[in-house]
């Protein structure tokens, strides 16, 4: 976890950089927690992404933002998928311990989905004081990732 102080610049966007960066944040994280829209929220920061041509700064949390989304999804989507297959399998099988487990698994959930709303605003609070916040694992997916995709998202400094 590397945070890293850059000056303060303006995205193409027409706005500060650091807005943008509070945008792509808020927005990833309000699509992730409405039901139907939730899976497709990674959506946003990758919009983003492709629209700033002049903040690199602005594109790294716009990534970051993504692969956080993105990851989320695929855990949201895991977790849906074998809890209805347990619900199916246990409702004949044992219908109280199935139950127990699915409890489990949407516990375990929950409890992911609040690590990962915790990262996010993290980073949404560091990129507004214009600091360069790596999450773990997920900052340097989205910086090898941005430089396959667009040619780079380092700082400007």
């Not at 890293?4 to 509070?22: F, Q, W």
């Not at 929950?110 to 990962?116: E, H, K, M, P, Y």
């Not at 773990?136 to 667009?150: I, N, Q, R, T």
Request: glycine share 10%; net charge positive; hydrophobic share 55%.
């Amino acid at each position: 976890m590397s945070v890293k102080t850059v000056e303060a610049h303006k995205s193409s966007l027409g706005m500060d950089a650091n807005v943008a960066i509070l945008l792509v944040y808020l927005v990833g994280i309000v699509l992730s927690w409405i039901p139907g829209i939730r899976y497709f929220g990674w959506l946003a920061p990758l919009v983003f992404f492709y629209i700033e041509n002049e903040s690199a700064f602005v594109r790294f949390h716009a990534i970051q933002a993504f692969v956080l989304c993105a990851i989320a999804t695929v855990l949201g989507l895991t977790v849906a998928i074998i809890s209805s297959m347990m619900l199916t399998t246990m409702a004949f099988v044992n219908p109280i311990g199935g139950l127990g487990v699915i409890g489990f698994v949407g516990t375990l959930s929950l409890i992911i989905s609040f690590v990962i709303l915790i990262f996010a605003i993290m980073a949404m609070v560091n990129g507004y004081r214009y600091k360069e916040y790596k999450i773990p694992f997920v900052g340097d997916m989205g910086e090898k990732l941005a430089f396959k995709l667009k040619g780079g998202a380092g700082t400007d400094s």
